[in-house]
């Protein structure tokens, strides 16, 4: 194990090293904004040595290398330490692509893996020292597919889960004191109590008998008719009913 470290080791900073002491300051852009074939001749090189080195290392090279204190070196190990789960095995790489812009030359390195493809691309400075690596994964139709149903079903999720917790939430109001819902409750049960209570039975009222005065009629006219010395076939006897009259 410390042999295969040790040597993956060496590969790396003599890449590292070539493509910064080499060729430092031998990089040369036309008018046109062509890049000249020997820049493009050590890009390419560089860029496929350190692809082909960085792939097959292990977790406990990888590790060691980001304890390094060279920028670069930590930076492409962390960004190959986050994508090689999802890629799996390496096949083959494709041709170098370089582009040039602000000082800085970028190549990128198509490789094909077991699982999906990746691009990794290099940036250069105008000494075609690398500065920076980071690994794009082209991830085929059936794992977008797939990631945009997962990401789907874990929304939809989240939304009902909180849904729920909000209509628990809601449910509790009415055990707090003073709350609208209590009232409502108590005015519902104050209700329901009334409408279950006996209805006390209407006592109906005794008719009103109007007092017979017949006799009493009979013994006026007979004290009149007798004071007067007359007969009492020619009086008439009506009753008097008081009248109330409300005063205005």
Known sequence: MNQMFKKASSVLTAVVCAASITFSGASLVLADGEIDDQTKTTIETTAEGLTETIIPLTDEQIEAYMESGDDFTENAMTAWNGAKEELGDMK???????????????????????????????????????????????????????????NTVMGLGTVFVILIMLIFLISLFQFIPG???????????????????????????????????????????????ASEGTSTDGFVVRSIRKINRKKR
């Open 92 to 150: 083959e790489t494709g041709s170098v692509e370089i582009e040039y812009s602000n000082d800085e030359y970028t190549a990128t390195v198509p490789v094909t893996f077991e699982k999906e493809n990746a691009e990794f691309i290099y940036v250069f400075d105008k000494n075609l020292t690398p500065t920076s690596l980071s690994v794009d994964v082209k991830y085929s139709f059936a794992t977008t597919m797939k990631n945009a149903a997962l």
């Open 179 to 225: 709350s609208g819902a209590q009232e409502a409750k108590a005015k519902k049960k104050a209700a329901e109590d009334a409408a279950a209570a006996p209805t006390p039975a209407t006592v109906a009222a005794a008719p009103v008998q109007e007092a017979d005065n017949s006799e009493l009629i009979a013994v006026i006219a007979a004290a009149i008719a």
